[in-house]
Nanobody, 119 residues
Framework: QVQLVESGGGLVQPGGSLRLSCASSGNIFRFRFWPMTWYRQAPGKQRELVADITSGGTTHYVDSVKGRFTISRDNAKNTVYLQMNSLKPEDTAVYYC???????????WGQGTQVTVSS
């Protein structure tokens, strides 16, 4: 089994920064090969992809966060990060971490961490 635990969320003023972490544990010996993705879901809205990173380190971002968010991974720590700068109220959402084990066709989700951007 695989567990993903997000942390680092909180309340921040507009223009501020937060760094989210997603720590993986359990049956994760293939972690370095997994594409990892951050999603978010705002109240009343569908979950949307925010950023993803391949096993080779290629990254992709939704247009609304380009230039402000940075996804990275540390395979030695089995952890993925999302550095969020210049935060806006519209970034307010629960942020979820997702991992895909392409070998066995499984996907894993964390429990989410709340990010609130408000003055």
């Amino acid at each position: 089994q695989v567990q993903l635990v997000e942390s680092g969320g909180g309340l921040v003023q507009p223009g501020g920064s937060l760094r989210l972490s997603c720590a993986s544990s359990g049956n994760i010996f293939r972690f370095r090969f997994w594409p990892m993705t951050w999603y978010r879901q705002a109240p009343g809205k569908q979950r949307e992809l925010v950023a993803d990173i391949t096993s080779g380190g290629t990254t992709h971002y939704v247009d609304s966060v380009k230039g402000r968010f940075t996804i990275s991974r540390d395979n030695a720590k089995n952890t993925v990060y999302l550095q969020m700068n210049s935060l806006k109220p519209e970034d307010t959402a629960v942020y979820y971490c997702n991992a895909r084990d392409l070998v066995v066709g499984n996907a894993f989700w964390g429990q989410g961490t709340q990010v609130t951007v408000s003055s």
